[in-house]
């Protein structure tokens, strides 16, 4: 149906950048709500963004607002996370997520396609 595959994580310095891509195989890429997720060890799987289907809306956790950008090329059917200023407490895998013309962003469970995550690390 649709598959996502992340790259981009690493290991960064507090205060540095990464940005994360998502690519998707699918042909209605417009059609899909994309959403990123995190999970760090012992914790629960947390919502970090979302751009809706019509690109004209994005959501943020409020740990990451103001610090991380997600936007969508619809032409390399390619989502991205830009993410900014760093902190120890963003260390997780990162999970890129679809939803067909979903409406429900915060929630994991609302989400139908999942990449296999990207490894972020920041040091102190």
């Known amino acids: 149906q649709v598959q996502l595959v992340e790259s981009g994580g690493g290991l960064v310095q507090a205060g540095g950048s990464l940005r994360l891509s998502c690519a998707a195989s699918v042909r209605t890429f417009r059609s899909y709500t994309m959403g990123w997720f995190r999970q760090a060890p012992g914790k629960e799987r947390e919502f970090v963004a979302a751009?809706?289907?019509?690109?004209?809306?994005?959501y943020y956790t409020d740990s990451v607002k103001g610090r991380f950008t997600i936007s969508r090329d619809n032409a390399k059917n390619t989502v991205y996370l830009q993410m900014n200023s760093l902190k120890p407490e963003d260390t997780a895998v990162y999970y890129c997520?679809?939803?067909?013309?979903?409406?429900?962003?915060?929630?994991?469970?609302?989400?139908?396609?999942w990449g296999q995550g990207t490894q972020v690390t920041v040091s102190s």
């Open positions: 997520a679809a939803v067909y013309r979903g409406s429900s962003n915060y929630d994991s469970r609302t989400y139908d396609y």
């Open positions: 751009i809706t289907w019509s690109g004209g809306s994005t």
